[in-house]
């Protein structure tokens, strides 16, 4: 096992494998940002290090900065947690360079799945489901050709993208072309990689995710699946769960079948994440994540595994300690978003101090968070302040404890999510664990015209 590890994160993430390593008895190095200095994962690690000011690129992006810090301080290896340099092929590259162990898969295998149309055609290849489309389109013509083929609806996707960037659905052919020039045109702006690729639009998909780890012994396990369907408009999710609820035994199947071989074919090693589309009894892959993901508690939480410990272990070399057989899901849990934001104003991202800080608890919940009474929250950053977990032995029992446990909890100084959660849980389609992608923004489109009609 490593004697030093450096948590190159901030935030909830960052207290969370500080966390991790402390249980291992491995020393954890903290950097921070000036905007950071008070932070709660400043004080939880063995030894801090500034690393720049308050905007991103010169501090948690730096990574001459950061790797000098974990050489200099006599660390073994870097954790990256989620966001900023996670996937980053080239940093995972770089720490491998100077000796550090990037605690992640290979920087090849990282390269590969951040296009998604690699990443979709390796699959492919793999005999995994993908979604019926095109390889990379050449131009505005080829698109044409392609669409005529798959069918409309279809959805351009950017090769570069995730997270709904340089995306379009194209209902008509008269359409087409000024959709293929508006999404290539945002793609190169939000990636400098402009090109497209096309899909079948599915109609009311649900996001469902697996989750899986794999050892430096080829050894690869699934840890079934959650459901992350309740998204903002913004594509970024709020609520998630596990197990998905409403989901075949036949497809549940072969969503753990299809990540597994999926990662035995690229030889996957550390935790990783296949997303998958669900729609109308056919799942269909999507991408992958190489990356512990911010939703990793529910998985957690069922299956009774550590899995920044299980990151930490494998990078070190260690054999997974367990079969797939050994793995049994134990009842249901579900993941709060608490995010410093305005659900009134879109969701705009709010900083400033915490006047006061509680939450909620009680059996069955936990709260991941770097915020206290007192807490700064800086505007450079993401806005998770937290994330309540609430497991119970079956899916009802866990959305009462949410329920209570979101009651419970008190934020104020800045405004947060904490009501729209509530009021999600209380729905009829939540409630029967009937709901897709496009739940949530119906909602807040509900919820926006109610508030116009009484003023
Ligand atoms: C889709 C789709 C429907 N059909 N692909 C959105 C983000 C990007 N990573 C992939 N996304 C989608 N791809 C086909 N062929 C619908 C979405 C989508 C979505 C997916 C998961 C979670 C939330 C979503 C919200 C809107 C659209």
Same mark, same amino acid.
């Given at each position: 096992m490593f004697t030093k590890v450096l948590v190159a994160n901030r935030g909830e993430i960052a207290v969370r494998v500080t966390r991790a390593c402390r249980e291992l008895g491995v020393r954890s190095v903290a950097i921070y940002s000036q905007a950071d200095k008070d932070s709660l994962h400043v004080r939880d690690a063995d030894e801090a290090y500034c690393v720049g000011p308050g905007p991103v690129p010169r501090s948690y992006l730096d990574i001459a900065n950061i790797v000098s810090t974990a050489l200099a301080s006599g660390c073994e290896a870097v954790h990256p947690g989620?966001?900023? =340099?996670? *996937?980053n092929a080239r940093f995972a590259e770089i720490c491998s360079d100077h000796g550090? @162990?990037?605690?992640? &898969?290979?920087p090849a295998v990282i390269a590969a799945m951040g296009d998604k149309a690699i990443a979709k055609r390796i699959m492919k290849e793999a005999g995994v489901a993908t979604i019926p489309g095109s390889d990379i389109l050449e131009s505005a013509r080829a698109a044409r050709d392609a669409a005529k083929k798959i069918g409309y609806p279809v959805l351009l996707k950017a090769?570069?993208? !995730? !997270? !709904?960037?340089g995306m379009r659905s194209v209902e008509r052919p008269e359409d087409l072309e000024r959709a293929y020039a508006s999404a290539t045109a945002e793609a190169e702006a939000s990636f400098k990689d402009g090109r497209l690729y096309m899909e079948k639009l599915l109609v009311r998909p649900r996001h469902v995710e697996v989750q899986v780890l794999g050892d430096e012994f080829s050894n690869v396990l699934h840890l079934g699946e959650r459901d992350c369907? @309740?998204?903002? &408009?913004?594509?970024?999710?709020?609520i998630e769960e596990a &197990? #998905? &609820?409403? =989901?075949g035994q036949k497809q549940r199947r072969a969503l753990h079948e299809m990540a597994v071989r999926a990662c035995k074919s690229v030889g996957y090693t550390n935790a990783g994440t296949l997303e998958f589309l669900v729609s109308d009894d056919h799942v269909y892959f999507m991408e992958m994540n190489t990356r512990i993901q911010v939703e990793h508690p529910v998985t957690e939480a069922v299956y009774g595994v550590d899995l920044v410990k299980e990151q930490i272990r494998i990078a070190a070399g *260690?054999? =997974?300690?367990? #079969?797939? *057989?050994d793995l049994r899901p134990r009842g249901h849990a579900i993941e709060c978003r608490i995010n410093a934001e305005n659900p009134r104003n879109n969701f705009a991202p709010e900083a400033g101090t915490l006047s006061r800080v509680a939450f909620g608890d009680g059996a069955g919940i936990r709260v991941d968070t770097? @915020? #206290?009474?007192?807490s700064l929250v800086p505007p450079?950053?993401?806005?998770?302040l937290a994330k309540i977990i609430a497991w119970g032995e079956d899916r009802e029992q866990a959305i009462a404890r949410m329920l209570q446990a979101l009651r419970e909890t008190k934020i104020e100084g800045v405004h947060t999510t904490l009501g729209e959660c509530s009021d999600i849980l209380e729905t009829p389609e939540f409630r029967e664990g009937?709901?897709?992608?496009g739940f949530l923004p119906r909602l807040l489109a509900g919820t926006a015209a109610l508030r116009q009609a009484q003023g």
């Open positions: 989620y966001g900023f =340099l996670a *996937e550090l @162990v990037f605690i992640g &898969p290979k090769t570069a993208g !995730g !997270g !709904g960037k369907s @309740v998204q903002k &408009p913004s594509h970024q999710k709020l &197990p #998905a &609820p409403d =989901l *260690e054999r =997974l300690g367990y #079969a797939q *057989e770097y @915020v #206290a009474s007192g450079y950053y993401d806005s998770l009937r709901y897709d992608i």
